[in-house]
């Protein structure tokens, strides 16, 4: 009876502690599991608080003035448009600086009828500088040898007049024209287009960074600015 019990013992021991032991493993990956979902929550929560915060940084840099460049130099005389957003003038190319328009050959698209974006683009900088003098204060030149200007004519700033008649897009300067344009669907706006930045990377022309933009702020507020309304447009679609 002894050795019997001591065997049932032996036998409903090991049972009780495959029990034992199975409710603490139980219990300890459910512990586990627990603590890892906070720490993913609270991963994701950060990561978008340092968006918001990146988001509102780059919000008010991108509306401090910019500095004004160091003037190299003036011209003045009767100009003609090479494009939308490029003059010649006194015989010399110059880009009219902060200000980006569809290139020649860019179409765009309005409902379902395409549009030569990049031709009345330049129709509508011939306007802007026929029949009268255009002068030009030079900032230095870009990197393909074109001196860069803000240039008026007839007394209007010719890269602003651009941006609000929505044939060009800020690209270092008037950035609240843009907002301007984009409110009133002038232009560009009335319809779908890629930005000229985007089709000229796209269409092997050759790349050009934002005038008054070397600084990361700039390239940073495009980007959230571009996926703010990727997914509002989203959001908005689905609903």
Known sequence: MRTGRGRFGAVGGPRRNRGRRFDLGRSASGRAGR??????????????????????????????????????????????ASDGDSLRLAGRRVRIEGIDAPEIGQSCRRGKDDWDCGAEARRQLASLVD???????????????RDLGICESGGRDIGRAMVLSGHAVSYG?????EEAARERRAGLWSGDFVRPQE?????????????????????????????????????????
């Open 199 to 239: 089709w000229r990377r796209t269409n092997g022309r050759p790349a050009e960074t934002p005038h008054r933009a070397d600084d990361w702020l700039e390239l940073i507020a495009r980007w959230i600015e571009n996926e703010v309304r990727t997914v509002a447009e989203r959001i908005i679609g689905d609903g």
């Open 173 to 177: 300067l008037y950035r609240a024209e």
């Open 131 to 145: 029949a009268t003098t255009t002068r030009c204060r030079l900032h230095g030149r870009d990197r393909y040898g």
């Open 35 to 80: 603590s890892r979902d906070p720490q993913g929550r609270g991963s994701l929560i950060g990561g978008w608080l340092f968006l918001l915060v990146l988001s509102i940084g780059a919000y008010f840099a991108s509306r401090l003035p910019p500095p004004e460049k160091p003037v190299t130099g003036e011209l003045h005389g009767a100009a003609a």
